[in-house]
């Protein structure tokens, strides 16, 4: 077993224990841009598409709704707050790949690559173009190599939207001693606030008529009729947004898992401390490992440091009190003096978490059910961000009847396996990921577990 860069340089605990002294337990996000509050939904409301969720999904699905049709009544039933759940608490990384990633997109779909990548691409290009007030950036992602094992996943011709950075061109980029080479890709990625993006799609969608509710949790969909404590929404047909949390159809119960992933926020760097790392193309970062680490900056000069631990509860269950978890955020900052030892003395001012989307085929699956009624997108782990955009317009794709390309792809016409139930669950998804943890520290290697895993197509990932 091999230690790892950030076992290898390892900072004073001192360093860490000061870093995080005064850090809230917050979202920095959703505090910087709190938003619009909306009613609680009572009594009966009328309407042709009922969408439940008000995460990035169920937004988009109700703003291209009444894009396609302004005089349709689109109502937004939401459990607490708009953007409170992953799409306000995420990275910000507007990735344009539906597969997460190409890797899996080409084990599952390899004849339909190209044609998911365009659709990718067009789905962020959309993005940018409807977008105004979400510090959208698009300054593409830089993967970067801090084992030497990982410097042949960053083969590959360099394209002017694709470089490849050799160790003195990637730390003239962004100065860490922990980078050994790096590739630029300049167009697959920007970066946005995840609150404000949230917040200006519930804006859009509300200008055009869409009525939102929020503190409404959905206790059932009967037929199309959408029930919560207080009231119902009497729709023609339903949207499903609700993401990780349990399904409303029970064919989707074990479809997907909670995830948690932990994330610090740093307070401003000073212009001192930014010119020590440089930056100054505001790239988002990601490293090679099986347990890797995205980072970003902020538009006031923050960095937003997260993943890393991936951690299952036990039961699968999205509880607030799994958000807690001192040793993550501690490993975290570790991690980060690690990677950038010019930076001791910063300080963190938030820490989080929030449960990442998992299926077992690492990207959203579709379908409907009653007849057609009722459509579902979900599943996303951990790369939804652009991703839901275009699951909200297969969504709507699927409740028109209509054959359109997104709805004949094959991505799009399968469904994954589901997980299995506890105690199985548990028991694979901990073996699996202690056994990406190995092969971090084997270069590499993946044992016979993830092989076989590899061969039938599935696997844990966040
Ligand atoms: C820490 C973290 C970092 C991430 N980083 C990135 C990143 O950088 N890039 C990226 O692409 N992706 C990232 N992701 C994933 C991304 O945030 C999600 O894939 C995306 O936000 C999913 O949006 P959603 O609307 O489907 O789900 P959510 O945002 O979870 O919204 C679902 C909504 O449904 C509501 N709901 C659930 N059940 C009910 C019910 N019964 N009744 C009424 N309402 C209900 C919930 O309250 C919630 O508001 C990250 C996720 C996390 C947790």
């Known amino acids: 077993m091999r230690p790892t860069a950030f076992e290898r340089h390892v900072p004073a605990p001192s360093v860490i224990a000061e870093s995080l002294r005064d850090t809230r337990d917050a979202v920095f996000w959703t505090e910087d841009a ?30 291209r709704a009444k894009e396609r049709d302004p005089d349709a009544r689109v109502v937004v039933v939401e459990a607490r707050s708009v953007g409170w759940a992953a799409s306000g608490r995420n990275g910000g990384f507007v990735e344009a790949s539906l597969t997460h990633g190409e890797e899996n997109g080409r084990r ?42 990982q410097l042949e996943w960053l083969e590959g011709e360099s394209t002017p939207d694709s470089v490849f950075l050799d160790g003195e061109a990637v730390r003239r980029e962004l100065d860490s001693p922990t980078y050994l080479a790096g590739r630029w890709d300049r167009r697959t990625t920007a970066l946005v606030h995840p609150a404000k993006l949230a917040n200006e799609l519930a804006r859009l969608a509300r200008d055009r008529g869409v009525e939102i509710f929020e503190d409404s949790p959905v206790r059932a969909v009967a037929g199309t009729t959408v029930q919560t404590a207080a009231g119902q929404v009497h729709a023609r047909q339903v949207a499903l947004a609700t993401n990780v949390f349990p399904s409303l159809l029970k064919r989707n119960r074990l479809m997907t898992v909670p995830v948690y992933d ?3 926020m740093t307070e401003p760097l000073s212009p001192a401390q930014l010119a020590s790392i440089g930056w100054s193309n505001r790239q988002g970062l990601a490293d090679l490992a099986n347990q890797f680490h995205y980072y970003r900056l902020t538009a006031d000069n923050r960095i937003l440091f997260g993943g890393y631990d991936a951690v299952y509860h036990y ?43 998992t299926c077992t085929r690492f990207c959203a699956f579709y379908g409907t059910a ?40 094959r991505m799009v016409r399968e469904r994954p396996l589901p997980f299995p139930p506890e105690p199985a669950a548990a028991v694979g998804i901990n073996l699996t990921r202690w056994s990406l943890d190995r092969a971090d520290h084997r270069e590499g290697r993946r044992n016979l577990l993830l092989t076989t895993l590899d061969a039938l197509g599935l696997g844990f990932d966040s």
Do not use: C
């Open 262 to 264: 932990y994330v610090l």
């Open 370 to 409: 009653r007849g057609g009624q009722v459509a579902y997108a979900a599943g996303f782990t951990g790369l939804g961000v652009a991703a839901t955009r275009f699951a909200a317009d297969v969504m709507l794709d699927l409740l028109a009847g209509e054959s359109t390309e997104r709805t004949e792809l």
């Open 315 to 357: 039961g699968g269950r999205v509880r607030e009190r799994y958000e807690n978890r001192p040793a993550s955020h501690q490993r975290l900052a570790s991690h980060f003096f690690t990677t950038f030892p010019q930076l001791e003395g910063l300080r963190f001012s938030h820490r989080w978490a929030g449960a990442i989307d």
């Open 34 to 63: 709190p938003g619009e509050r909306f009613p609680k939904l009572r009594g009966t409301v009328e309407a042709d598409l009922a969408v439940v969720g008000g995460g990035y999904t169920g937004l988009w699905t109700a703003l």
């Open 108 to 149: 599952r779909w390899p004849e339909e690559l190209e044609q998911l990548d365009r659709l990718g691409m067009q789905n962020l290009d959309e993005i940018e173009a409807t977008v105004r007030d979400s510090d959208f950036e698009r300054t593409g992602t830089l993967s970067v190599a801090i084992e030497p094992h």
